[in-house]
């Protein structure tokens, strides 16, 4: 989950690759991941990031 810290806005995204390769940033987000947390206009924004239990991989946390 990405939160921006500027508006609250919130959204929860897949990590696909190991970008970004700007030494001062910890992620890219997808265009529409940007739009959703109204962040296009400026391009980059404070954020929040949390991990969240993949609902779409079910196995990936079990204990068996």
């Given at each position: 989950?990405?939160?921006n810290l500027g508006?609250?806005?919130q959204v929860?995204?897949?990590v696909t690759d190991r970008g970004p390769?700007?030494?001062t940033r910890l992620l890219?987000?997808?265009k529409q991941a940007a739009k959703d947390l109204d962040?296009?206009?400026a391009g980059t924004a404070?954020?929040?990031?949390?991990?969240?239990?993949d609902m779409?991989?079910?196995?990936?946390?079990d204990s068996d």
């Amino acid at each position: 989950r990405v939160t921006n810290l500027g508006n609250g806005k919130q959204v929860i995204v897949r990590v696909t690759d190991r970008g970004p390769w700007k030494h001062t940033r910890l992620l890219d987000l997808s265009k529409q991941a940007a739009k959703d947390l109204d962040m296009i206009r400026a391009g980059t924004a404070r954020v929040a990031i949390e991990v969240v239990e993949d609902m779409l991989d079910g196995d990936a946390n079990d204990s068996d």
